[in-house]
């Protein structure tokens, strides 16, 4: 299981398995504490997690980016030029997922992680 991370003010976390299915997709908010000890939380072996502009000038967000990068030293960091242009950014999602763009950030950037390690990705599974 791959845990998507798309940190923000609102945070969107995904699970999927290796055929890019959601299994698991909400909008975490608050605390940076309380969200990282959160997505520690969801049972998952690989992690992924965009990495947002180096010079931005945002307290809340560089503190939740450190925390998780402690929380998670493993994960890959994805840019949203890494990932944003590519086929798996357009992939559909399934209707009951929340529609926030950071929850379908984060399984767009799931689904391009899992390409990119090798994993076959079932399109005719993902929108269901």
Request: charge should be negative; aromatic fraction near 6%; include cysteine.
């Amino acid at each position: 299981m791959l845990l998507a991370i798309d940190p923000g003010l609102t945070t969107g976390v995904a699970v999927l398995n290796y055929r890019g299915e959601v299994i698991f997709a909400n909008e975490l908010s608050g605390d940076p504490d309380l969200i990282v000890a959160t997505c520690a939380e969801i049972p998952h072996q690989d992690e992924v997690i965009e990495e947002g502009p180096p010079n931005r000038n945002n307290p809340f967000l560089d503190d939740l980016d450190g925390r998780l990068r402690a929380e998670f030293p493993d994960a890959v960091w994805l840019r949203p030029t890494d990932w944003k242009s590519t086929p798996r950014a357009s992939t559909p999602i399934p209707r009951r997922t929340i529609r926030s763009v950071h929850v379908r950030d984060a399984i767009h950037m799931g689904r391009e992680f899992l390409h990119r390690s090798g994993h076959t990705l079932d399109t005719r599974a993902m929108a269901s």
